[in-house]
Nanobody, 123 residues
């Protein structure tokens, strides 16, 4: 079992930035594909970005969000810039030990999830 711990959410004004962190006390965390999703009430979880050896982004956040990882700290980050009110959601990180280029954007594929962190962008 892999426990993912998210942090970094909060309230920010439109145009501002936040950096989310996803940490896991797993020695081999660098081997996992880690992704960020977000969810608003009544909607399915939306894929944002994933990282393994390469990075992958949803079109909706490309150019504004950046996913990165620090393997020495077993942590994956999501840097979010130029935030908009429609970015308001609960943000989740997810991890998966295997790799599949056709499934990394599918929330159902991931075995491990964090507890979620609220991001609120005010207008």
């Amino acid at each position: 079992q892999v426990q993912l711990v998210e942090s970094g959410g909060g309230l920010v004004q439109a145009g501002g930035s936040l950096r989310l962190s996803c940490a896991a006390p797993v020695r081999t965390f660098s081997d996992y594909v880690v992704a960020w999703f977000r969810q608003t009430p009544g909607k399915e979880r939306e894929f944002l970005a994933a990282i393994r050896r390469n990075t992958y982004y949803a079109d909706s956040v490309k150019g504004r969000f950046t996913i990165s990882r620090d393997n020495a700290k077993n942590t994956v980050y999501l840097q979010m810039n130029s935030l908009k009110p429609e970015d308001t959601a609960v943000y989740y990180c997810a991890a998966e030990r295997t790799w599949d280029t056709s499934r990394y954007y599918n929330a159902n594929w991931y075995d491990y999830w964090g507890q979620g962190t609220q991001v609120t962008v005010s207008s």
